[in-house]
Nanobody, 124 residues
Framework: QVQLVESGGGLVQAGGSLRLSCAVSGRTFSTMGWFRQAPGKEREFVAAIRWSSETTYYADSVKGRFTISRDNAKNTVHLQMNTLKPEDTAVYYC???????????????????WGQGTQVTVSS
């Protein structure tokens, strides 16, 4: 049974940092992604990583502030979020794709499994 379990969300002041984690179990995946959804908005791409090559991809809005990484030994994906802004407030979701589709890492439809989400709130 595949499980993606997120942790690490919380409340932080603007300029602060948080580290999200996604524990993966049940099978291996080619690509892992983080998405977020703010109230009244569509789910949007944040970052992705190809498991084997560790190639990373970022949304322009988080580039230079967020870092995605994976821990092979613990089968865990992390999202280090620095210099947080109030507009980063959202529910953050971990997602997993069995196959890699060139150029499609930012589409929600690319991903086969999703975590339950973790709330990140950035106060001004």
């Amino acid at each position: 049974q595949v499980q993606l379990v997120e942790s690490g969300g919380g409340l932080v002041q603007a300029g602060g940092s948080l580290r999200l984690s996604c524990a993966v179990s049940g099978r291996t995946f080619s690509t892992m992604g983080w998405f977020r959804q703010a109230p009244g908005k569509e789910r949007e791409f944040v970052a992705a990583i190809r498991w084997s090559s560790e190639t990373t991809y970022y949304a322009d809005s988080v580039k230079g502030r967020f870092t995605i990484s994976r821990d092979n030994a613990k089968n865990t994906v992390h999202l280090q979020m620095n210099t947080l802004k109030p507009e980063d407030t959202a529910v953050y979701y971990c997602a997993a794709s069995i196959l890699y589709y060139t150029g499609s890492y930012y589409h929600t439809a690319t991903y086969d499994y999703w975590g339950q989400g973790t709330q990140v709130t950035v106060s001004s």
